[in-house]
């Protein structure tokens, strides 16, 4: 039956698409693109065009019935909504949303990049905008715009399927794929981003024209179909008269016009499958003169259109959900996509766009950081709020903190922020707006510690300690924002030679103090903790100026000496491996070759496994003048051969602990250098018992200022038969197979991607992985190798790159850290996933000041021993917390009682809701990935959140939060092949109450709401 209904659709759409006499529709769609950021900053921007996009559009709309606008950027738009929006524009916004003409189209706070951003983040700022809009408009958008992030991620059609669209739109994928795709009409198709998951989305992928309309038409000297001419920096003109406006549509251009914009269209509807055209009508900065632009577009229209039947050609404005609904009505069948993605992105053969996966890797870093702060905080203010919902922690202060750093990881997200495409000014103000959130959120974390009513079981008033210490006593509170317990180091700074550790139940910790890696006047202690699920600790540090005399006054703490290796070149090493250091773990023996002081071989132990494996530093010199060959950018990678290798000579320092034991390497770039260019430092961490990751081996490397056109790769050289193919995450949810391939041009290049949280090696045996704190290029040049590229520092003469100051001139320095494992395929398949978020969560510490003496005492002696200060929240092992947070959103979970109030409001801002808890669980284990993790498992929220306070009622709600599940109808389409009903996504809680099964890569999202009052125990 099914086979015969196929064709029948096949007959019915060929011969609606061929019909004769239907002329081709095509929707025109007014837009702006309007990146947050990129060239100029937000402020710039919205003074000298984006605030006019609003208000022009809202009076040009409010003018003439039958004009349309779509609305992307969410930042942009409540910048202007807040803070330029009269209330009769407001009054005009609301009509114009009520009657479709102004539609909201993607809703996150920007169109974040998907190569580079993790999958947190991509969440967040969605969730940020369809908050607003939602609240503010009764909305939910259902369609996305992506039509400028550089490439296409798997994750994004899933997370876009899980928020309730019905359709993606994607535009920048490799030239010649899209040019293939075009020539045979599969430019549109359904894509099931996960494999494990099977939610699948109708994608649109733009034509090669993308999301602009033609420019430089031959007649007209000017845009083309611009009559905005172009913006004005810093200040709009005066006079409305901006530059380059083009020819009015005037008796003698309208012929000329039309003839240009239906032979485009023509064009167009040949590589697609219904006589449907998107016509995107806009571009970057577009729509800010939109009297003018409008008042050129109405008449070219109406003239087509009065000539339909000669041209063949209809033209209408239309918001993107009448496009997609036109598609969608056509009923045919649709080719499936299955989980790979459109990664790396090339526009020419020459031009791989693989150079931001490593571009402004402080930026990265620092984004990812706020990232995780965040995290942290909203957790531990949602349980604050629970158990003191009058304490001391102002709310609405509290509430205020926690936005700013959401706004400023949101924005960041776009996709010239994160990505490190932005001029430096830009950067600047990425990170400006990161660092103040993040002292903002830093503040609201100190006042839940430490004001009366903290979140400790007995209130002490502890005060915040800034800098270094300088008093003999230290308390530090540590807390996990992991809904695992788990054991771990943490390192802090201090500044005496020797210290003693104990945790809240009086018991010395292990620790491990020596000279700090990078200053000779502090010290670096390493202490044990063992936390709970969202749990926090205090511990006391006691230092000391001498060691300690006595073994039982020592406590636990280790002072670790180093031992120096002197300086090995490596230019001659012909004799090499004649002596090998070993440094052993329970889980690894590392050698070192001390004729190179490189690293020579790791051995697993429990499968008595070695790897040979040699690590450094290598660099490409990119070429910065265009005249002579391809340059690098901050976009682009385009290495000017292969790789060199940046040192010659190699110092060591070898710190063995009973906590870890430490590799210092040092990289000289000549030999007789006084000072070193790159440096590793390699943590081998103890077991105690199994407790602490001790299957990861950290590095930190410190790298920079570079010279100039330098790009620096770590490389890992191994004995694993991989053949070049490697894996990389797509935004830490998914793992890629990358196989080599070869190209006529620019392979090296074209064979590198972004690893956003993990990139792998393997053979039969064994497994290389390595896990990251933020975003790097990774790319396997020879079998067995894994080479991350971690900073860059390039300088080019193209002018397009000289006027815009984007060519990456960047001088810092950086330390980025990376995790390293290896091991038998099945142990890393359980191990990995887990401990990628184990690195993006890390402990927060934050060091308090000594009590005074008596407060210090109860600490010490009144504590009843093995109290723990909060109770825990842990999940299964295969189950990770996303989201646990007060969003503030003030919405009826009732979408009719909602709209009811939108519509009646007097649109007063509504107080926002502490009451709503967020609560997202995710299955971070493929299907079929390891026996038992991948199961699919039930939890008890009831149960589960008892930690955190009692549950009264719990909803499903989308991804983003604004569907109810259960009402929540995407449109079902065609498709060539069934999804198999065993894996169609259970969308309701159930039977059970409060029981919730999650599968494989599965994201479940919930409103919890608790009973107030005390708490049961
Ligand atoms: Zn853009």
Redesign the pocket.
């Given at each position: 039956m099914r086979f015969i209904s196929v064709i029948f659709y096949f007959i019915s759409c060929s011969y609606a698409s061929t019909g004769e006499n239907k002329p081709i529709q095509a929707f025109v769609i007014p837009h702006s693109?309007m990146?947050v950021g990129?060239v100029y900053t937000i402020q710039e921007s919205m003074h000298a065009y984006a605030a006019n996009v609003y208000t022009s559009v809202t009076e040009e709309l409010s003018k003439v019935k039958h004009r349309k606008f779509i609305a992307v950027e969410q930042e942009f738009f409540r910048l202007w909504w807040d803070n330029v929006a009269s209330d009769s524009h407001k009054k005009q916004v609301r009509q114009l949303v009520k009657e479709g003409r102004l539609e909201f189209i993607l809703g996150g706070q920007v169109?974040h990049d998907e190569a580079v951003t993790d999958l947190d983040d991509e969440i967040l700022q969605m969730t940020e905008g369809h908050g607003f809009l939602y609240d503010t408009f009764g909305v939910r958008p259902q369609f996305s715009w992506h039509v400028?992030p550089f490439g296409a991620s798997a994750t994004t059609p899933v997370l876009f399927a899980l928020a309730g669209f019905n359709a993606h739109i994607i535009s920048r994928i490799d030239y010649d794929l899209k040019d293939r795709m075009q020539q045979n009409k599969k430019l549109q198709f359904m894509w099931r981003g996960s494999s494990s998951l099977k939610e699948q989305i109708f994608t649109h992928t733009m034509d090669q024209f993308s999301y602009c309309t033609p420019s430089h038409l031959p007649f007209s000297n000017s845009s083309g179909f611009y009559w905005n001419g172009v913006v004005l920096f810093p200040d709009p003109p005066k006079d409305g008269v901006y530059p380059n406006m083009s020819l009015p549509v005037t008796k003698a251009t309208v012929q000329a016009y039309a003839k240009t914009m239906v032979e485009n269209i023509k064009q167009r509807a040949a590589w697609f499958k219904t006589k449907h055209v998107l016509w995107p009508w806009g571009c970057?900065k577009q729509f800010y003169n939109s009297s003018v632009q409008f008042s050129n577009m109405d008449p070219l229209m109406n003239y087509i259109n009065q000539k339909s039947e000669e041209f063949g050609v209809t033209v209408q404005y239309a918001t993107l959900s009448e496009y997609f609904l036109a598609v969608h009505q056509s009923d045919l069948v649709w080719e499936v996509r299955g989980s790979q993605d459109f990664l790396p992105y090339s526009t020419a053969s020459q031009q791989a766009w693989t150079g931001f996966y490593a571009s402004r890797n402080v930026l990265k870093g620092v984004a990812r950081r706020a990232s995780s702060q965040l995290h942290a905080a909203e957790t531990l203010f949602t349980r604050y709020r629970l158990d003191y919902p009058d304490g001391p922690v102002a709310k609405d202060w509290a509430l205020a903190k926690l936005r700013a750093l959401r706004w400023a990881v949101s924005e960041v997200q776009h996709?010239?922020g994160i990505t490190g495409t932005e001029s430096p000014r830009v950067a600047e103000m990425y990170l400006q707006h990161l660092k103040q959130a993040m002292m903002g959120v830093d503040e609201l974390l100190a006042a839940i510690f430490l004001l009366p009513h903290n979140l400790d079981v007995d209130g002490n008033n502890y005060r915040r300690t800034k800098g270094a210490h300088q008093t003999l006593e230290q308390h530090i509170i540590v807390y996990n924002p992991l809904a695992w317990n788990i054991t771990t180091l943490v390192n802090i700074t201090v500044t005496f030679p020797f210290a003693r550790v104990f945790d809240d139940a009086r018991q010395a910790v292990p620790a491990q103090i020596q000279k700090s890696a990078l200053s000779n006047r502090t010290y670096d202690l390493f202490i044990l903790v063992e936390l709970g699920g969202l749990q926090h600790r205090k511990y006391l540090i006691k230092f000391s100026d001498k060691p300690c005399s006595k073994r039982s006054k020592c406590g636990d703490t280790f002072e670790a000496k180093g031992v120096p290796f002197e300086r090995r070149s490596v230019r001659n090493r012909k004799k090499t491996a004649r002596r090998l250091l070993p440094v052993l773990s329970e889980t690894y023996k590392l050698m070192f070759d001390q004729d190179t002081n490189l690293l020579h071989s790791i051995t697993y132990l429990q499968d008595k496994k070695r790897i040979r494996m040699t690590q450094d530093f290598w660099e490409y010199h990119a070429n910065g003048d265009v005249q002579t060959g391809p340059i690098s950018d901050n976009y682009m990678f385009s290495a000017n051969g292969s790789a060199v290798r940046a040192y010659e000579a190699v110092q060591m320092e070898i710190i063995p602990g009973i906590v870890m034991s430490e590799i210092r390497q040092y990289f000289f770039r000549n030999e007789s250098d006084d000072d070193y260019a790159f440096s590793v430092v390699t943590r081998v961490p103890r077991c105690f018992g199994g407790k602490v990751g001790c299957h990861r081996l950290e590095q930190t490397y410190s790298l920079g200022p570079l010279p100039i056109n330098t790009e620096v790769i770590f490389r890992t050289s191994s004995s694993l038969k991989s053949e070049r193919s490697l894996y990389t995450d797509d935004n830490g949810y998914q793992m890629m197979k990358r196989t080599h391939t070869e190209f006529t041009n620019n392979t090296l290049a074209r064979n590198y991607f972004p690893m956003v949280r993990t990139a792998y090696i393997e053979d039969e045996l064994s497994r290389l992985v390595l896990l990251s704190e933020r975003a790097h290029g990774v790319s396997s040049q020879t079998s067995g190798q894994l080479e991350v590229m971690l900073h860059r520092r390039l300088w080019n003469n193209l002018p397009w790159n000289l006027g815009y100051n984007l060519t990456l001139n960047d001088s810092s320095v950086v330390r980025p850290t990376l995790w390293m494992m290896l091991g038998s395929k099945g142990l890393t398949s359980k191990l990995y996933q887990r401990a990628a978020l184990e690195l993006q969560h890390t402990p927060v510490v934050m060091v308090i000041d000594q009590p005074c003496e008596e407060e210090e005492k109860g600490f010490l002696e009144k504590e009843p021993r093995g109290s723990s200060p909060s109770r825990v929240l842990v999940l299964p092992p295969n189950l990770h917390l996303l989201s646990l947070s007060i969003p503030g959103w003030n919405y009826s979970s009732h979408h009719d009682v909602h709209l009811g109030r939108v519509h009646s409001d007097k649109h007063r801002q509504p107080e926002p809701n502490y009451d709503r808890v967020l609560l997202r669980i995710m299955h971070i284990f493929e299907e079929g990935e390891d026996p038992e993790l991948s199961k699919p498992v039930t939890i008890h929220l009831k149960d589960v959140l008892q930690a955190v306070g009692e549950v009264s009622a719990v909803e499903e709600r989308s991804l983003t939060g604004t569907w109810d599940v259960a009402s929540m109808q995407r449109w079902t389409w065609k498709t060539t092949e069934d999804v198999s009903s065993r894996n169609v996504r259970s969308s309701r809680i159930e039977k059970e109450p409060f029981s919730v099964t999650i599968s494989p890569k599965q994201i479940r999202t919930f409103f919890v709401y608790f009973k107030s009052g005390p708490r049961l125990p």
């Open positions: 693109h990146d990129w169109m400028d970057d996709h010239d």
